[in-house]
T-cell receptor, first 113, second 112 residues
Framework: DGGITQSPKYLFRKEGQNVTLSCEQN?????MYWYRQDPGQGLRLIYY???????QKGDIAEGYSVSREKKESFPLTVTSAQKNPTAFYLC????????????FGEGSRLTVL | DQQVKQNSPSLSVQEGRISILNCDYT??????FLWYKKYPAEGPTFLIS?????DKNEDGRFTVFLNKSAKHLSLHIVPSQPGDSAVYFC???????????FGTGTRLKVLA
């Protein structure tokens, strides 16, 4: 049964360390997205990818990097340059613009100690 | 600059009554609007959407109304149930773009 899988669900990191969050989808969607949720700030777009080997910065890309080597996978790396990395991270996908809603994964909670 | 605003951070409603959640937007290029429901530590789930060519869309207990001249949309839940207690986000996008802009959410509590 199709969906989006994010891992790990919970992750702890020491300051200065990079960490990679996994996102895999089996919905055959072309577009994939990473959002960040902070209390009282809604969901903010970090990066998105329209197709394999292509991605664009969202509204808050600084301190993050992504890759899209396979259609199914869109991992997000939170680097040590990200000033406030503690947040809830959400991966989403859809067929592309004007195709309807985004489908979300269950999220990954990153806590920097 | 918040292009999509949900000015009520929280709302409490009695079970069986109507819940009305509001959302305002500023960008006149937005032509597709969505509502999502979110429980803590889970991903948002899609509820209902509306295109700018309509002013109302209904799905079971959920109805979304769009007032383009006021740049305002609302989600009505009738009747409200305790299981509806969650945070509700509205989102908007413009034709041909990949970006979905989300509001800050409204926490709905349905009291039994």
């Amino acid at each position: 049964d199709g969906g989006i899988t994010q891992s790990p669900k919970y992750l702890f990191r020491k300051e200065g360390q990079n960490v990679t969050l996994s996102c895999e989808q089996n919905l055959n969607h072309d577009a994939m997205y990473w959002y960040r949720q902070d209390p009282g700030q809604g969901l903010r777009l970090i990066y998105y990818s329209q197709i394999v080997n292509d991605f664009q910065k969202g509204d808050i890309a600084e301190g993050y990097s992504v890759s899209r080597e396979k259609k199914e996978s869109f991992p997000l790396t939170v680097t040590s340059a990200q000033k406030n990395p503690t947040a809830f991270y959400l991966c989403a996908s859809n067929l592309g613009p004007d195709t309807g809603e985004l489908f979300f994964g269950e999220g990954s909670r990153l806590t920097v100690l | 600059d918040q292009q999509v605003k949900q000015n009520s951070p929280s709302l409490s409603v009695q079970e069986g009554r109507i819940s009305i959640l509001n959302c305002d937007y500023t960008n006149s290029m937005f032509d597709y609007f969505l509502w999502y429901k979110k429980y803590p530590a889970e991903g948002p789930t899609f509820l209902i959407s509306i295109s700018s060519i309509k002013d109302k869309n209904e799905d079971g207990r959920f109805t979304v109304f769009l007032n383009k001249s006021a740049k305002h949309l609302s989600l009505h839940i009738v009747p409200s149930q305790p299981g509806d207690s969650a945070v509700y986000f509205c989102a908007a996008s413009a034709r041909g773009t990949y970006k979905y802009i989300f509001g800050t959410g409204t926490r709905l509590k349905v009291l039994a």
